[in-house]
């Protein structure tokens, strides 16, 4: 069986490593009225249908990190039950949050981070990115104890082809940081403005912002141009020169203008229905990652799931390329004492339900 796993953890590294530009994702945070912090998230893959899963974890659940020679790894016991969406594998959470309050989430950075070289002799003390955020959900209860957590450890890839990742990591009070590997060492940034994509680093990508100074919420006034009056043609002209490809600076400079000017709600659930509304605007058709002729799957999206993760009441949203519909996990009806690891594909049925309606 480990050796199985492992083969299927080397396909899906050399997967990912295959086809980077299918690899995207976006993340945006929004605040209530009542003082609630919402994180939420799309994930991309247009190379195949990622088989998602929601995946439960009691306390007291122990795991092992892969390793690049298939050894097993780092073991680890989780303090705090969790939950959160895999991809592909179980063991690969990509966005989670635990009974503490914490949430974690991974963003594909290819090009740009640089582990440490994997060493067998600190195979005790190694993990896995992709299961770095299950491991910190499992440990920690503040961001502070995440930050010193990853000190402690080498985080590795399974695979040298596969791309590299970085991580958000934010609190009930919504503190967010992002960790960043670059040359082998772990970096924090404070991202106060709440916004992740993928590729350049995330300092780039705030600097990035300031080519944007232009814009604006609203409509630009009429003005004269020689003796031709110029109007806008609609509403929301004051955003003319907003990028719109899918680049992930485009998408971070779209995300964060969205983000910012969005009205904010009275309470946490209108908060999630904003946020899923919001990331609408984020969705990838598969057939604008790929030349003419050569998309690899049958899948309807390239986006695959998007997410909303309510810290103050600890519920996380989802919903799928296969189903529109919004579904919830409360992290306060799961006893994490007696509740049995489980892992549940997000869709049974694998088409989007259509209802048609009678008429009398």
Not at 166 to 184: M, N, Y
Request: net charge negative.
């Amino acid at each position: 069986m480990k050796t199985r796993t492992f083969i299927l953890s080397l396909t899906l590294a050399g997967m990912l490593a295959a086809s980077l530009s299918a690899n995207a994702c976006t993340g945006i945070t929004l605040n209530s009225k009542d003082s609630t912090t919402i994180v939420a998230r799309t994930i991309e893959w247009g190379g195949s249908d990622l088989n998602s899963q929601y995946v439960i974890v009691p306390r007291g659940y122990t795991m092992r990190s892969y390793t690049p020679d298939g050894s097993e790894g780092m073991q680890f016991t989780s303090r705090y039950g969790y939950v959160g969406l895999a991809v592909e594998q179980k063991e690969f959470i990509a966005e989670g949050i635990n009974e503490a309050g914490l949430s974690a989430g991974l963003f594909y950075f290819p090009n740009y981070g640089q582990y440490e070289a994997y060493d067998a002799e600190k195979k005790d003390t190694s993990i896995a990115d992709l299961q770095l955020v299950s491991w910190i959900l499992g440990k920690c209860a503040t961001i502070d104890e995440a930050i010193e957590s990853v000190k402690q450890v080498h985080v590795i890839r399974i695979d040298p082809r596969a791309s590299t990742v970085h991580w958000r990591f934010t609190d009930p009070a919504g503190r967010q940081v992002v960790l960043e590997i670059i040359g082998g060492e772990p970096k924090f940034y404070e991202n106060k403005l709440g916004v992740l994509t993928n590729s350049p680093g995330f300092e780039w990508q705030l600097t990035n912002l300031n080519n944007y100074v232009n814009l604006y919420p609203g409509s630009a006034p009429t003005q004269s141009l020689g003796n031709v009056r110029l109007a806008s043609f609609g509403a929301g002209s004051g955003f003319l020169g907003l990028p719109g490809d899918v680049t992930p600076p485009s998408r971070f400079v779209r995300a964060a203008f969205y983000q910012a000017t969005a009205p904010r709600q009275d309470d946490a659930e209108k908060t999630v229905l904003q946020a899923f509304q919001i990331l609408n605007n984020f969705d990838i058709p598969v057939g604008i990652e790929f030349a003419d002729g050569k998309v690899p799957v049958d899948i309807p999206s390239a986006t695959q799931w998007t997410s909303a993760t309510d810290m103050k009441n600890r519920i996380i949203y989802f919903r799928t390329m296969y189903n529109s519909e919004i579904r919830s996990i409360n992290l306060d009806q799961i006893d994490f004492s007696e509740v049995a690891y489980q892992a549940i594909p997000l869709d049974n049925t694998k088409q989007q339900p259509i209802r048609t309606i009678p008429i009398k």
